[in-house]
């Protein structure tokens, strides 16, 4: 059988890809709409436009860097890695076997929603309200929380389990 990290891997670099290109997407716009923004003279519609592409690539880079830290944060504190150690619940009986799919699971969820959530704020950002960018930007981040929120449910669940022995 595959271990976890055969399973994690795979799931890493598309966040590491995804995540790189998200940056560099919302720095990109940043420039762009503050280059727009101090040329477009008397057009109002233009001004708007790039100052909503400052807005929400600055709220992008943000968030994008945010969330990594969040996440991270909320990590190091239930124990020190995104994946338990090996062997855990030391000694637990009965979840053996199930132990290391919720893990690989939880793993691939975690870094597939930091993957969403990144290029949905970069998409969110490049688009205008409601049109087809917008929009798949805004799911992305919708989709990217809730497989993020997934992840940690999964692993807060077994850690408690692993606690308290049951």
């Not at 008397?42 to 880079?61: C, D, E, F, K, Q």
Request: aromatic share 12%; with cysteine; glycine share 14%.
């Amino acid at each position: 059988m595959p271990s976890i990290a055969d399973f994690v891997e795979p799931a890493f670099r598309l966040f590491t890809v995804a995540e790189m290109t998200a940056r560099y997407l919302s720095l990109i716009l940043l420039v762009v709409g503050l280059i727009g923004y101090f040329t477009a003279k008397a057009n109002s519609r233009r001004v708007v436009r790039y100052r909503g592409m400052i807005t929400g690539s600055a709220a992008a880079l943000v968030a994008i860097i945010g969330l990594s830290a969040f996440y991270d944060l909320v990590a190091f504190v239930m124990g020190g890695s995104v994946f338990l150690p090996a062997g855990w619940p030391y000694g637990s009986a009965g979840s053996a076997g199930l132990l290391p799919i919720a893990q690989a699971a939880s793993g691939m969820l975690s870094y597939i929603g930091l993957a969403c959530f990144s290029l949905g704020a970069a998409l969110w950002a490049a688009g205008t309200p409601r049109g087809r960018t917008w929009t798949r930007g805004y799911h992305g981040i919708l989709w990217g929380l809730a497989m993020i929120g997934v992840s940690m449910g999964g692993l807060l669940f077994t850690t408690l389990i692993g606690l308290f022995g049951l």
